[in-house]
T-cell receptor
Framework: RKEVEQDPGPFNVPEGATVAFNCTYSNSASQSFFWYRQDCRKEPKLLMS???SGNEDGRFTAQLNRASQYISLLIRDSKLSDSATYLC???????????FGTGTRLKVLA | DVKVTQSSRYLVKRTGEKVFLECVQD?????MFWYRQDPGLGLRLIYF???????EKGDIPEGYSVSREKKERFSLILESASTNQTSMYLC????????????FGPGTRLTVT
């Protein structure tokens, strides 16, 4: 079983739609969680960290469910510019190892 | 503005050549990483360095070595390039004490022919 798993997609959604991605992780000792965005042929960039209490940044909301070992990303009012690959990243307690999911591809259609 | 730079965006090398990929960060970060990214496999950690001259193997270190002589610079070396090392190589750094955002360089797309 992979340490971090994501649905690769693509998720094709119309502009203005709400879309949600989940990411599951296998190590219960994981302590830090992030969502990164990666545009085609570019480097990954931090979208948001994921806190235990959940957090929101504009149209983006991230949640953590430790009991079920998954994190989620919700995007409201999708824009064409949101089209990208979204990477889930997990850091295990006591290590500096960042485990990346393979990414979920989002296409927002006009 | 924080910055991680990599020596080349695109590189074409022949099988058997020794290849050097360089990464420089200007954020005084202790921790630096080398990943390769392949379709369907995501980012895989090759090597990690937590201080000058200190390194740890990642998940796929075979065929690679690294060098960290100065805090700001982390080099990846392919001792004898092979076609299965054709990939996108990404360098990243992070502040040791924050364990937060990893900052990535723009990547080097290496083709070995």
């Amino acid at each position: 079983r992979k340490e971090v798993e994501q649905d690769p997609g693509p998720f094709n959604v119309p502009e203005g739609a709400t879309v949600a991605f989940n990411c599951t992780y296998s190590n219960s000792a994981s302590q830090s969680f992030f969502w990164y965005r990666q545009d085609c042929r570019k480097e990954p960039k931090l979208l948001m960290s994921v806190y235990s209490s959940g957090n929101e940044d504009g149209r983006f909301t991230a949640q953590l469910n430790r009991a079920s070992q998954y994190i989620s990303l919700l995007i409201r009012d999708s824009k064409l510019s949101d089209s990208a690959t979204y990477l889930c990243v997990v850091v295990t307690s006591g290590t500096y190892k960042y485990i990346f999911g393979t990414g979920t591809r989002l296409k927002v259609l006009a | 503005d924080v910055k991680v730079t990599q020596s080349s965006r695109y590189l074409v090398k022949r099988t058997g050549e020794k290849v050097f990929l360089e990464c420089v960060q200007d954020m005084d970060h202790e921790n630096m990483f080398w990943y390769r990214q392949d379709p369907g496999l995501g980012l895989r950690l090759i090597y990690f360095s937590y201080d000058v001259k200190m390194k740890e193997k990642g998940d796929i270190p075979e065929g690679y070595s690294v060098s960290r002589e100065k805090k700001e610079r982390f080099s990846l070396i392919l001792e004898s390039a092979s076609t299965n090392q054709t990939s996108m190589y990404l360098c990243a750094s992070v502040d040791r004490f924050r364990r937060g955002e990893q900052y990535f360089g723009p990547g080097t797309r290496l083709t070995v022919t």
